[in-house]
Structures are given as structure tokens and as C-alpha cells.
């Protein structure tokens, strides 16, 4: 073999390995913001009234407890419709969808999930007057969990 045709394929894997390691979270948060798009319908997603409790590090993305809590009155005129929960790097953006009305008396929801990695949640709220709020959290995993792609 050529040295210089080696170490040209060399740069070249380099190069091309450093690109794909620099778009590769690109492509993790457009995920995510695709998956909050669709759920939304497009509409604008304002930040505040939602509270997503999750521990900041987790040891283990086996099993790792959330909560979701909205300020809402949970009236017939003024209540949760929906509230969604994403992720950024798990094989399936949608982690969980719950759906709510004024008969909750409380606009509180917790559930287990599993984490692939170090990631952002972001838990979404549909409020009955059509609007959209958020909370998003970054969440750092020392054991990851789910890694296997779904085709």
C-alpha cells in the first residue's frame, strides 16, 4: 500500500468521523423538538406552568421515577387537557402521553421510564384554553439503559 493514499484515507475517516460525531446531537435535539412539533400541531410551546421532577443524575436508566406537575385551577373552564413527556436519545422520542380533565382535581402525574444515556427530557402540557407549556431538563445517566435501535 501507498503511505500517502493511507494517510489520506486516514484524514478522510477522521474527518468524516468528526462530523458525524458533531451532528449527532444535532440530530438528537431536532428529534426532539420534531416530537414536541407533532404533538402540538406546530403551535408555539411557551416555557413555565409545568414542573418536570426528575432526578438531575441518575446511576441506573433502568428504571428512573418522574413526576409532571402543572399550575392549572383544574376548573371546567380552565384545566390540563393532555400532558407529554420526551426524550432526546432514547429509540423512541414519545415517553408517555396522559390524558386529563377538570375531574382530575389535579393537573399530577408520575410514571418510570428508561434512559439510553445523558439527555434532555421535555414534559408538555395541552391546557383547555389551547395553549402549550413546557419544562425541559437535562439528565445525566451513569448507567445507561435501552441502547438496542428499533428499525
Request: contains cysteine; aromatic residues 4%.
Amino acid at each position: 500500500m501507498n503511505p500517502a493514499t493511507t494517510r489520506r484515507q486516514l484524514l478522510h475517516s477522521g474527518a468524516g468521523l468528526g462530523g458525524w460525531l458533531l451532528l449527532r446531537p444535532a440530530h438528537a435535539a431536532d428529534q426532539l423538538d420534531e416530537a414536541i412539533r407533532a404533538w402540538t400541531g406546530g403551535a408555539a410551546v411557551q416555557t413555565g406552568r409545568v414542573k418536570l421532577d426528575i432526578a438531575p443524575l441518575v446511576d441506573n436508566g433502568n428504571t428512573v421515577p418522574l413526576a409532571v406537575q402543572v399550575d392549572s385551577p383544574m376548573t371546567a373552564a380552565d384545566h390540563v387537557v393532555a400532558i407529554a413527556v420526551f426524550n432526546q436519545r432514547n429509540p423512541q422520542p414519545d415517553v408517555v402521553r396522559f390524558t386529563l380533565g377538570p375531574r382530575a382535581g389535579r393537573a399530577s402525574v408520575a410514571t418510570r421510564m428508561r434512559l439510553a444515556t445523558t439527555q434532555k427530557l421535555s414534559a408538555v402540557a395541552r391546557l383547555s384554553d389551547g395553549s402549550y407549556w413546557q419544562h425541559t431538563i437535562e439528565v445525566i445517566v451513569t448507567l445507561a439503559a435501552c441502547l438496542e435501535e428499533i428499525e
